[in-house]
């Protein structure tokens, strides 16, 4: 169970999450249902040898499909099975025409097919299985705030996802990021009607992508997104003092779930208010 950020600003809400970022993944870890979905995968992945056997052991897939963030398609087993078993060396084959990066990703990880001279993922590896169950905690974090907040899923998204933003292309392939620079360097999401390269060199007109090894321009884009964001998408707004309350404090917390109530009537703000 993460927090609730009900009531906060985007910007607190992230403030807050940061500041107990360590405390809620170990706590995420130590729930029941999700400790036992992380020993059953331990337990019984490394038998795993065909898409189809990945399939067939419903406990694994499913918790395989949430690390990769693609709990949404966990039911299009059928497809699944067909993307695991594309050749990537193929063009034409379906795990290189479809554009969502999650399938790439999940291709790539379970190595069912590899392409000439590519090492074999071995599922009996301890490091192998700690990386796969790193993203799905991860995954479930992440995804327990974007439920609350869009825009803090945003962030979060991005914030995984900056380290591998090589290229446009990149971007292009995942819609969150495509939206959180679309609404960052104020262009209209109408542009993802038009032809990729034709996108990707739009975007390469308002922001050198070569800035994102530079964590300032990350803090920098991040903020421009959630001030934008929250002007155009309300997410709700508290009075500060209580949430600084709560981020002042958070450092002396003990350890474990932390429960955090807040009982203020409603404060609206305008648009216009965020920039004063």
């Known amino acids: 169970m993460v927090l609730s950020i009900s009531g906060l600003n985007s910007q607190l809400a992230l403030k807050l999450i940061d500041s107990t970022r360590e ?27 065909s898409p189809k056997e990945l399939i067939e052991d419903y406990e694994v897939y499913s918790f395989v499909m949430r690390a990769f963030d693609l709990e949404d398609q966990i039911f299009g087993k059928g497809m699944i099975r067909k993307v695991l078993e594309s050749d990537p060396t193929d063009d034409a084959s379906l795990v290189n025409r479809l554009t969502d990066s999650r399938f790439g990703e999940l291709h790539a990880a379970l190595g069912f097919t590899t392409g000439a001279g590519a090492q074999v993922p071995d599922f009996s590896s301890a490091a192998w299985q700690d990386e796969v169950v790193g993203r799905y905690f991860d995954q479930v974090y992440e995804n327990g705030y974007a439920d609350q907040n869009e825009i803090v899923g945003g962030v979060l998204e991005f914030r995984q996802q900056a380290g591998d933003i090589n290229s446009w292309y990149d971007v292009l392939k ?96 305008s648009g216009y208010s965020l920039y004063r």
């Open 23 to 49: 405390r809620q993944l170990e706590s995420l870890q130590s729930e029941p249902q999700h400790a036992r979905a992380a020993e059953r995968f331990r337990e019984r992945i490394a038998s795993i040898t």
């Open 174 to 269: 995942n819609k969150t990021l495509t939206e959180f620079f679309q609404t960052a360097l104020n262009l209209p999401s109408a542009m993802s009607g038009l032809e990729v390269d034709k996108q990707a060199e739009i975007l390469a007109e308002r922001f050198d992508i070569g800035k994102l090894a530079d964590p300032d321009e990350r803090e920098k884009l991040i903020g421009r997104y959630v001030a934008i964001s929250e002007a155009l998408n309300p997410q709700g707004f508290s009075a500060t003092s209580a949430a600084l309350s709560v981020l002042q404090s958070s450092s002396s917390l003990s350890s474990g779930i932390i429960e955090v109530t807040w009982d203020i009537a409603p404060v609206s703000f």
